[in-house]
């Protein structure tokens, strides 16, 4: 896939950059490679590199200085009104390149990692996760939300997961390869099971939970979030900014509504430090609605009120 990827690559490239620009990027393409970068990042890398070196189209990529690095990143956010993840991006592709290609220091600017948001995330109301579900009519779509909101899977988590990785003998999911190369598993509900048993029946997938139309090639992201955007929209929730990554809090913080311990889920979500696990504390309605707050209690209005 990477390699179709650098041919097109190569093909749109000859004729905009030079020799060098273009062996730069193959060597950048063969040493992601060699790091088992995701396809993601791979892509990502290559054409934000493939960028900077149309910008300096005069300039060998060995001899871009880091003060010139800077000056495209200037024009990216000046210029072109850029948005901070794609700055980032390319910076990040650029110290790969400094650093991995040519062997060379390069420090990403800190005003590209601003101070970090406490801004809570949205979460769905399982009134409203069971009018999604119930609202898709595709057994396939159908199976595929359920299954990201019953075990907290990132999106490339379920497009990625493949027949064996389900244990219907433990009641387990594999997640292999996850957030940081790291495998966890996943309770695989009941319920799931027996939906996923039905979707078998009449789509028989091989190799990959959920192949796309082509056959053997694993369902893309984005037909995933697609799938929820058109329930969001036959539902009126658009404008509730919801997500595939909505469904993953939901279960989170839903989990945690009904009794769950946080470092349970915390394995369960696959999070590297408990504090990104505690956010769902600030999420969680049952806990609220049972609080008393001390100001009805000082005229003795807390029973009254329902």
């Known amino acids: 896939m990477i390699c179709n990827f650098w041919?097109?690559?190569?093909?749109?490239?000859?004729?905009?950059?030079?020799?060098?620009?273009?062996?730069?990027?193959?060597?950048?393409?063969?040493?992601?490679?060699l790091g088992h970068y995701s396809p993601a990042t791979q892509r990502n890398y290559l054409q934000e590199l493939r960028f900077l070196f149309a910008y300096y189209p005069d300039v060998k990529p060995s001899d871009i200085t880091y003060e010139m690095t800077l000056q495209y990143l200037f024009y990216l956010t000046k210029t072109l009104q850029c948005s901070r993840v794609k700055a980032k991006m390319a910076a990040q592709s650029m110290a790969f390149f400094f650093k991995q290609v040519l062997c060379k220091p390069y420090q990403i600017p800190g005003v590209l990692y601003p101070a970090?948001?406490?801004?809570?995330?949205?979460?769905?109301?399982?009134?409203?996760?069971?009018q999604i579900i119930n609202s898709i009519e595709n057994i396939k779509h159908k199976t595929i939300i359920s299954l990201v909101y019953s075990t907290g899977m990132r999106l490339n988590e379920a497009a990625n997961l493949k027949m064996e990785d389900i244990d219907s003998k433990t009641m387990r999911i594999k997640v292999v390869d996850g957030k940081g190369k790291k495998d966890r598993y996943v309770p695989l509900s009941i319920q799931l099971l027996q939906e996923l048993r039905l979707y078998y029946i009449q789509y028989k997938p091989k190799v990959y939970l959920f192949n796309s139309s082509k056959g053997g090639i694993k369902y893309s992201p984005r037909s995933i979030q697609h799938i929820l955007q058109q329930a969001l929209i036959k539902l009126g929730l658009q404008s509730k900014n919801y997500s595939i990554h909505t469904l993953r809090h939901s279960f989170a913080t839903h989990l945690l509504d009904n009794g769950a311990d946080l470092q349970v889920i915390q394995q369960l979500m696959g999070h590297h430090h408990i504090a990104q696990t505690v956010q769902y504390l600030h999420l969680t309605d049952k806990r609220f609605k049972t609080l008393v707050n001390p100001y009805d209690l000082l005229f003795d209005t807390a029973g009254a009120v329902k």
């Open 7 to 33: 041919y097109k690559i190569y093909s749109s490239c000859k004729k905009t950059l030079s020799q060098y620009a273009i062996n730069g990027l193959q060597r950048t393409s063969d040493l992601l490679g």
């Open 116 to 130: 970090h948001s406490n801004k809570l995330p949205a979460v769905m109301s399982t009134d409203e996760v069971r």
